[in-house]
């Protein structure tokens, strides 16, 4: 069973150092946990964030045959990083859940990746469990 205090207290670990926000999300957008904005603004990311992922998502699960010629790649989507004018964002697939950092503009894209990296490595086992007992 997951406990929302405690998810929010592991992803408030990682929200700082210019992290605004960290939300722990559904593949449907459904809100979790979440530390950094209120739960409005955290319900607002993981929409966006949801949507975000499952449109690349889908066109990385496009025939290669379709797909313009400067496409990159294809297979599994582990991370997507934004670089937006007004702060940058990161998405990562845990388990069968999402999860997404929105930080202010002068944080770097590394660091950005490297804090989500590590909350991955740390949510990857727990959630995997509790997705495989709801199964």
């Known amino acids: 069973m997951l406990k929302p205090k405690a998810l929010s207290e592991v992803l408030a670990q990682v929200t700082n150092g210019g992290i605004q926000s960290t939300v722990l999300l559904t593949r449907d957008g459904a809100l979790l946990a979440y530390s950094g904005f209120e739960a409005k603004d955290a319900k607002i990311i993981a929409a966006m964030a949801s949507s975000i992922f499952a449109a690349h998502q889908r066109v990385r699960q496009t025939p290669a045959s379709t797909l313009p010629q400067n496409m990159v790649g294809s297979g599994d989507l582990n991370m997507i990083l934004l670089d937006a004018e007004e702060g940058k ?24 990746k490297a804090k989500m990296d590590a909350l991955s490595s740390y949510l990857q086992e727990p959630l995997r469990q509790v997705s495989q007992s709801n199964n």
């Open 89 to 112: 964002m990161a998405i990562a697939s845990v388990a069968t859940q999402l999860v997404c950092m929105v930080a202010k503009t002068s944080v770097q894209l590394g660091m950005l």
